[in-house]
């Protein structure tokens, strides 16, 4: 069966103002209509059709954290996908590595199988156990040096997308080149590194940053800190625009840094639930007034959506619709490697994110397969 969705489609050569036809096989079959003057992407009544939404950082929601196992993961992409979300990395803490091998178990077999009515999860960000015991942010103390034995044995139960490393920790910066000769992609952060350990890391193929800003050295005018080496010289980078993790205007300066700077959510078991105690992987957090938090005040991943996140970027930060499509999709796509999602093309994956005028989720495709979206008015 094919079906059609209309409206003001956001494709990589510009907006148009036609129909997208979904084919029976879960592709983008064909774009039609009249282009749109690209200065009144925004103007009109909608609905606006854009890329669905890639979050390649992805801790829990609805209640359920992906260290759980079980099926945590198929929940979790269920309530990230009603907002929007089509695809995800689920996003893994420091741990012992009993406690990663269940959760990559779990995981591994939804990546494999997929599962109708969720986000498509594309395989595991690991979010350490490879960063610097000094700058653990929320993450609890199981830090390690880099090994590659283990991220084997990890990537056997489920694809390991990407990972998140401290080049500064004794060990990592030489294994960086070795990760990424055995095919994994490796991402700075939860850092005390200099300048240049930034700038050595990516010359060693360390390709992006993780949540810029946050568990990383900051700029200084004479010590730029890991922030000075993403900002001065990242092709990609991640950022949480939920407006509490980092400054509007560092988010402004972010975009005019780094090309490919694209929004993850760092979302946890609290997302999409009321205010109350939860749990992001074995340690217990307090949701309130939108933030997550540890006993100790430090901010414990988000509660932010990313429809949310599209929403802050063009309402808050100011940026152009299209702009805003591509630092939620396109980049992250690419940062993947990704040609066939995050994107509106014929060919690639329908994964598509249907908006109304004040940007909000009316409907969602996943590889061409409806997702039930009950907030929807
Ligand atoms: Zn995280």
Redesign the pocket.
């Known amino acids: 069966m094919t079906r059609s969705v209309k409206g003001r489609i956001l494709t990589p050569a510009g907006a148009v103002e036609g129909a997208l036809r979904i084919g029976a096989q879960g592709r983008i079959e064909a774009i039609e209509g009249s282009p749109v003057d690209p200065a009144q992407v925004r103007d009109g009544t909608g609905p606006f059709i854009l890329p669905g939404f890639i979050d390649l950082?992805v801790?829990g929601g609805a209640g359920r954290d992906i260290m759980e196992g079980g099926d945590a993961a198929l929940q979790v992409a269920r309530k990230h996908a009603e907002h929007g979300t089509t695809a995800l990395l689920a996003?893994t803490m420091t741990a012992p590595p009993e406690d990663l091998r269940l959760s990559l178990e779990a995981v591994g077999a939804l990546c494999r199988a997929g599962a109708p009515g969720a986000a498509r999860v594309l395989g595991m960000h690991l979010?350490g156990p490879f960063i610097n015991k000094g700058k653990l942010g929320a993450q609890p103390d199981f830090a390690r040096p880099v090994s590659l034995a283990e991220l084997r044995e990890l990537d056997a139960l489920a694809p390991v997308r990407l990972l998140t490393l401290a080049p500064e920790v004794p060990g990592n910066m030489e294994a960086i080149a070795e990760l990424v000769a055995a095919g994994f992609r490796v991402q700075v952060g939860h850092t005390l590194g200099t300048y240049e350990d930034g700038v050595q890391a990516l010359e060693r193929g360390a390709r992006g940053f993780t949540?810029l800003f946050n568990a990383m050295t900051p700029l200084h005018h004479r010590m730029p800190g890991m922030v000075g080496a993403a900002l001065a010289h990242a092709q990609f980078a991640e950022i949480i625009p939920d407006l509490l993790h980092v400054h509007p205007g560092a988010i402004r300066a972010a975009l005019r840094c780094i090309p490919g700077l694209y929004c993850v959510t760092?979302s946890t078991a609290a997302t999409g639930m009321p205010d109350g105690e939860y749990k992001l992987g074995r340690q217990p957090v307090t949701k309130c007034l939108g933030g997550v938090r540890l006993a100790d005040g430090t901010l414990a991943?988000s509660t932010l959506t990313m429809d949310r996140a599209l929403r802050n970027l063009v309402d808050v930060i100011g940026i152009t619709l299209p702009d805003a499509a591509r630092r939620l999709a396109t980049h992250a796509a690419d940062f993947l490697g990704l040609a066939d999602r995050g994107r509106l093309a014929v060919g690639a994956w329908a994964d598509v994110v249907v908006l109304d005028r004040d940007l909000r989720v009316q409907e969602v495709f996943v590889e061409g397969g409806s997702i039930d979206v009950p907030h929807a008015g």
């Open positions: 950082h801790h996003t979010e949540h760092d991943g």
